[in-house]
């Protein structure tokens, strides 16, 4: 595994981290959007190895994390029909809807399986003709275009027993919501490097620019976020703002534009709830009306299901870096991966779920 | 709460409120089934031997001390490369009783069969379960086979149960791991459940991996007529993986364990395997390696003699326990960052992206 090994030397990591030392004057803020990052930060200890005043902020992009609730229960809605095979990928299964998760629909005698990818999905609905098979599409522009594919393929297959309970969220609405809002504390980004390899980075040169700040397209292993971090706060000290790509081994400026075209075909860019957050205009994917036949929340009538998230549960200000996990007064108490209360402590690449799972107490 | 309430005057101490029925997680290996196991079963019948949750008890009889253990086999598929539920359920059981120090002497099989079970299938796993234990020289004395309504079954579920024999100057216990000790682990690690999962519906992926399924009876007492008293633990990390193994000991002794990620042996399929899914292989299952925690003075002999065998070639040291942190592992991050290793909190699920 050298190409992995590569990103993970501590020799490097210490020429990063005293070249960090050496150029940090005074506190800045700095998000890393992606929960892939998050859990690499934590997991490889790398926020207790940068100076104090370089200030990591978690950011809301962990798809499980963001799903809304009410979807959640729209998918156990679903999957409790005796005619559905309710798929999704695994780590989904556990996330707790008002009532139950779907891995406990399961215990009950539901039919949900767990797919690595949504065209196994399809091939399940191919192989099942009298069944309904519906997929579980969440995620942000990563898994956007399997999942767009996944359509495609079941209309050209001529299969009437096939949709997706799709809830598509997009990074840089997100990022103007954090930015736009009077309490924002961020000053720079560590833009997902998955999510521009599909998009590109073309999106964030206008984001730069109107606000002002560095944005830096950074990879996942422990190198690559010890670098994008190295390379925005070079960039905050010496007062540049702009895009860098420090992940220019996977991402290009324009990304994978035939990925991108999938994506417009069966997906339109529509207004978004996030969990934990809230609503943010024009920052999700709809199922484009000539595919409304795969779209399962039409097909199943279960979009007027609502939910209430707890109000003990602050995912708002964490998910915006205005406060860590361990601010909050139900951390690992009242709130666990096993009980979560809210978004964060849902799926490993929650920020609080990182810090649980990792012993970040204070 | 109904149903269970008023039992004898009992309350059932599991909260209900959230899991009101069984879900997988409670077999898991993790934190559910400890929690399992700690509040409902020894709270209904816990005892000196059983509350120590060792892999096996180990009894005082006349003349000596035996170990004794059980273990049931729900593997899918029945049939895996490297293996099957079959020599799976003969080395699990023999392996439980070689952590507690014993040398096997005979063994207990239950089979529960559903019905329509292929005969052929049962003959190759009867085959494979006879080839073990033979090889391990350790007879199947007693058993037991019962049948279940189609649908009620998985195909097979195998129980083992088996009793060894503690030599004298053995003396293992998951208390018995003090500061100073080193902590040793076989071979390469999450081997077991990345070749069972490369199987599995859904996901078969294209790989050269066979479980790591072997009896460690012989190697573990080659390590003992080594080092003696000199090992303080033994534990075979199967379900949970190493970091559930070394969380169990960490909390059992009352001490703190420090790994270095960079000690740990793993293969490159495997790691690959585990970069792709999302999964920690220190959370991985293995069926064929085992953690020695010894004094310090013996660790290189230890080493020496697991090396030699070819079941211990890439056996290592992975860190020590320490005063620190008592009752919680650490690790040190390759790129020298320190992070908690915790229990597993259910089952550790693919991720998204």
């Known amino acids: 595994m050298k190409y992995v090994d590569e990103y993970r030397d501590e020799a490097q990591a210490r020429r990063y981290l005293d070249a960090l030392r050496g150029m940090t004057t005074r506190p800045w803020y700095i998000m890393e959007i992606c929960g892939g990052q998050t859990h690499t930060v934590v997991k490889a200890g790398i926020d207790r190895m940068i100076p104090e005043d370089v200030r990591l902020v978690h950011g809301p992009g962990c798809p499980v994390c963001v799903t809304p609730l009410e979807l959640i229960d729209k998918a156990l809605e679903i999957a409790r029909r005796p005619e559905v095979i309710f798929t999704s990928f695994g780590d989904m299964i556990r996330v707790p809807g008002s009532g139950a998760d779907l891995l406990s629909v399961k215990a009950e005698g539901a039919d949900v399986r767990i797919v690595y990818s949504p065209l196994d999905a399809v091939k399940i609905a191919a192989a099942n003709p009298t069944r309904q098979v519906v997929f579980f599409a969440v995620g942000f522009e990563t898994t956007a275009p399997a999942n767009a594919m996944s359509v495609v393929r079941a209309r050209d297959l001529g299969l009437g027993n096939y949709s997706i309970l799709s809830s598509h969220v997009l990074v840089p609405p997100a990022m103007e919501a954090i930015l736009g809002a009077p309490d924002n504390l961020v000053q720079g980004f560590l833009a997902a490097g998955h999510v521009c390899a599909v998009m590109g980075y073309w999106e964030y040169v206008p984001i730069a620019e109107k606000y002002r700040i560095p944005v830096v397209v950074t990879g996942f292993e422990p190198l690559d976020l010890l670098q994008g971090i190295t390379m925005t706060v070079a960039a905050l000290e010496q007062g540049r703002y702009g895009v860098e790509n420090q992940y220019s081994r996977a991402v290009t400026y324009e990304g994978n534009t035939r990925a991108q075209a999938l994506i417009q075909q069966v997906f339109e860019v529509a207004d978004r709830k996030w969990r934990g957050i809230g609503e943010i205009p024009m920052s999700g994917l709809d199922v484009r009306e000539e595919f409304a036949a795969f779209d399962a929340e039409r097909r199943f009538e279960v979009e007027a299901i609502t939910a209430e998230e707890s109000p003990e549960c602050i995912a708002g200000e964490i998910l915006r870096g205005l406060k860590k996990p361990h601010d909050c007064p139900a951390f690992g108490t009242r709130c666990t991966p096993d009980r979560p209360l809210g978004a964060p402590m849902v799926s490993a690449e929650g920020a609080c779920a990182a810090y649980y799972q990792y012993g970040r107490t204070a | ?353």
Request: charged share 20%; glycine share 14%; proline share 6%.
């Open chain 2, 1 to 353: 709460m109904t149903g269970l309430a008023g039992f004898m005057g009992a309350t059932c101490p599991i909260p209900l409120d959230r899991y009101p029925t069984v879900q997988l997680a409670h077999g898991g290996g993790g934190r559910f089934s400890a929690q399992l196991v700690r509040d409902m079963f020894l709270a209904a019948f816990g005892n000196p031997a059983l509350d120590i949750l060792h892999d096996g008890a180990i009894l005082d009889v006349p003349g000596g001390r035996l170990a004794f253990s059980t273990d049931s086999f729900v593997v899918k598929p029945l049939f895996f490369p490297g293996g099957d539920i079959g020599s799976l359920a003969a080395h699990g059981t023999l392996n439980d009783i070689a952590m507690c120090g014993a040398k096997p002497f005979a063994l207990s099989v239950g089979f529960i069969l559903e019905e329509g079970l292929p005969m052929d299938d049962l003959w190759r796993i009867a085959q494979s379960l006879g080839a073990a234990t033979r090889a391990a020289g350790v007879p199947v004395v007693t058993g037991d086979t019962k049948v279940v309504d189609h649908g009620s079954g998985d195909g097979i579920f195998i129980n083992t149960s088996g009793i060894g024999v503690i030599p004298a100057g053995v003396e293992i216990a998951p208390t018995r791991a003090r500061p100073g000790d080193i902590v040793i682990v076989s071979g390469e690690i999450a081997v077991h459940g990345i070749a069972i999962m490369s199987v599995r519906e859904g996901l078969e992926f294209e790989t050269a991996l066979e479980s790591d399924s072997a009896d460690l009876s012989g190697l573990v007492g080659r390590v003992l007529a080594a080092a003696g008293t000199d090992v303080h633990v033994l534990r075979d990390p199967t379900r949970g993986g190493v970091a559930s193994a070394l969380n169990e000991i960490a909390k059992s002794a009352g001490v703190g364990v420090l790994i270095q990620e960079r000690a740990i042996p793993l293969g490159d399929e495997v790691r690959g395997a585990c970069e792709i899914l999302g999964f920690d292989p220190l959370y991985v299952a293995n069926e064929g390696k085992f953690i020695a925690i010894v004094a310090p003075e013996a660790a290189g002999e230890v080493l020496r003699v697991l090396r030699a065998d070819p079941l211990g070639q890439r056996a290592a040291v992975i860190g020590e326990v320490v005063t620190e942190h008592p009752g919680r592992v650490f690790l040190r991050s390759n790129v020298g960052g320190m992070r908690v290793v915790d229990m597993l909190s259910g089952e550790q699920l693919p991720r998204i992206c």
